[in-house]
């Protein structure tokens, strides 16, 4: 673990050669589409092209927008400056709302793939002489490449919230890492304290991180409690079936409005099935797991039992401090454990499992104050709006992350199950409206000192 101060972090790419970095790039590079392709093997070309749901574009327009997006970003904005808007019309997706996607003239999947292979052998070729130097700023430090890579990773994660809400049969994974056994045990709805006092938030470094975890900046914290590990399902059915869903005093009015219109009584793949209660990931369909992280719940939902319990949503302030600021030596760490890397046995991260894992599984997630699993198995909702930092700057463009600023989004931590490694850390933002549940979403609470 290093200590961070206050200057800027050093690119990652400063002590390794051009040459090195290229080749680490081509094969992430290579990762990235192996698995892409690996997740949507099982589909048939009827599978690929269905509008599955509302909320989600064919698993085909996926694929081509991530070619399209590497194309604009590691071929054409390579040579000269393109706008973000002159992304080819089908694959714009401000072009083309996500509802609509179904009724685009969508390329059969023999015919996609060649474009991809295009665009990648033109990609690769233009790395061959990419010089993260003295070149434009894009590429310095690579950054141009991680922000393709995790484009990508983050359309996997899109993909996969497709497969959960497929139409026909279910989908079935092409395999599933078994997941470690609960280690420890920790009782659900435990808290630990924070102290308090200056913390640093967000990152200065440029070669991974996106425009909206920029400036690393100080913040005052009041003292507050947080939960040890994320809300389980076992206590979200207690907040079932203390008729949660029916307390008009535990959600706000505009939670409210949503649950009247939605008229849900039950997280999303909840079913109560001759009195026993079930949940499905993908084709796997079994009795509620009470230590499993509760899933597919809106910002509501979490707003209402955070209420039930007596508790609050965190900020995202709070949140990131819990999960990365040791506040014993006045230190921040990429991921709750550290600044190593993830591998396996860290956290639940990186699709192939399929499913969360029981809240005790990952004995070494765990940050300095004492929260577990703060990275990966669900996004986490904050009681926060998606807004800039003091002193942000678009780059490199701000239809990523400035176009969706405002107090119609709330901020998600934390990745999930379904969340590439490459595109998670104890900075990363993530957003949606309060009231979508598509995502591999779930929380924990905070209370007031
Ligand atoms: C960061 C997940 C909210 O899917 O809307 C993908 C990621 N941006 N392509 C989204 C993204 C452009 C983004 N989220
Ligand atoms: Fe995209």
Redesign the pocket.
């Known amino acids: 673990m290093t200590h961070i101060s206050t200057a800027p972090t050093p690119p990652a790419s400063a002590a390794v050669s051009d040459g090195d970095l290229r080749m680490t790039l081509a094969a992430e590079l290579a990762d990235a589409r192996r698995r892409t392709l690996w997740l949507v093997e099982p589909l048939s070309d009827e599978d690929l092209h269905r509008q599955h749901d509302p909320l989600m574009s064919p698993v085909l327009w996926d694929l081509g ?1 991530i070619a399209a ?1 590497e194309d604009l970003w590691l071929t054409r904005n390579l040579t000269g400056h393109v706008e973000f808007s002159e992304m080819p019309g089908l694959y714009n ?1 401000f072009e083309h709302p996500r509802r609509v996607r179904g009724t685009l003239a969508l390329p059969r999947l023999a015919e996609a793939r060649e474009t991809m292979d295009e665009i990648r052998a033109r990609a690769l070729a233009r790395l061959d002489t990419a010089d993260f130097r003295d070149g434009p700023r894009l590429l310095l430090a690579g950054y141009v490449y991680r922000m393709v890579l995790q ?1 990508e990773y ?2 996997g ?2 993909i996969l919230q497709t497969l959960q809400l497929k139409r026909g049969d279910p989908y079935a994974p092409p395999q599933r890492r078994v997941l470690p056994s609960p280690a420890a045990s920790y009782r659900p709805g435990e808290m630990v304290f924070f102290p308090g006092g200056p913390v640093e938030l967000g990152t200065d470094d440029r070669s991974a991180a996106y425009d909206n975890e920029r400036p690393r900046h100080r913040v005052d914290l009041a003292p507050f409690w947080i939960d040890v590990t994320p809300v389980t399902n076992g206590q979200f059915l207690e907040f079932v079936e203390a008729g949660g869903y029916r307390r008009r005093e535990l959600w706000t009015e505009e939670g409210w409005r949503w649950l009247t219109e939605a008229g849900v009584s039950a997280p999303k793949h909840w079913a109560k099935r001759l009195g026993v209660w079930t949940t499905r990931t993908m084709d796997l369909i079994r009795p509620l797991e009470p230590l499993r992280p509760v899933c597919h719940v809106c910002y509501h939902e979490a707003q209402a039992y955070s209420t039930f319990a007596e508790k609050r949503l965190p900020t995202e302030a709070e949140w990131e401090a819990a999960a990365s600021w040791d506040p014993a030596i006045g230190a921040k760490w990429m991921y709750p454990w550290g600044d190593e890397p993830w591998t396996p046995e860290l956290a639940n991260l990186d699709q192939t499992a399929f499913d969360t894992a029981p809240i005790g599984a990952y004995p070494r997630n765990v940050s300095p104050i004492g929260c577990y699993g703060m990275i990966g198995d669900v996004w986490e909702w904050t009681a926060s709006d998606f807004c800039g930092y003091p002193g942000f700057e678009a780059f490199p463009y701000s ?2 992350s400035e176009a ?1 600023f405002g107090p119609e989004y709330k901020v998600l931590r934390g990745g999930s199950w379904a969340t590439r490694p490459g595109a998670v850390r104890s900075t990363f ?4 409206y309060p009231i979508r549940r598509q995502i591999f979403s779930g929380f924990r609470c905070a209370r007031d000192a």
């Open positions: 927008h997006f997706p484009h983050q359309h994660e899109t239809e990523y969706f933002r993530n957003w949606d």
